[in-house]
């Protein structure tokens, strides 16, 4: 679960990394580099994040679907610098109700977000 936000002078892009059984793994933190056609390049970093996934590199995302001038979804690659390795990962915008559930502190109803969302996307595959 992230979220893509401004902060002063920047464009920040951050969040909790979940497994698919619900389980808190970690986090990131992201700022925005350089925007490149249509492709916008992010540096993140889990160094302090107790995961063991990713730890720090460069995301590159893409927005997929736009609406109104409005992304809707997105397709992204990390290149992970200690693990030397790339992944590719999608997601979508969040509705107002999920953007309330991710960010409010009911564990429980975050938990069946994830669970859902998760089933969304390999209900794709």
Not at 20 to 29: A, M, Q, S, T, Y
Not at 104 to 116: A, N, P, S, W
Request: a neutral charge.
């Amino acid at each position: 679960m992230s979220t893509i936000f401004t902060a002063p002078l920047d464009l920040r892009y951050e969040g909790d990394n979940y497994d698919k059984h619900e389980n808190l793994c970690g986090f990131f933190r992201a700022t925005l580099t350089s925007v490149d056609n249509g492709a916008s390049q992010f540096h993140y970093s889990n160094r302090k994040s107790q995961t063991e996934f990713l730890t720090e590199g460069e995301v590159i995302m893409k927005a997929r679907s736009l609406q109104n001038g409005t992304w809707q979804s997105f397709v992204a690659t990390v290149h992970d610098f200690d693990k030397k390795a790339a992944t590719t990962y999608r997601g979508r915008r969040a509705t107002t109700t999920e953007s309330a559930i991710m960010h409010g502190t009911d564990v429980r109803t975050l938990q069946k977000l994830v669970r859902r969302v998760v089933a969304e996307f390999e209900g794709e595959n």
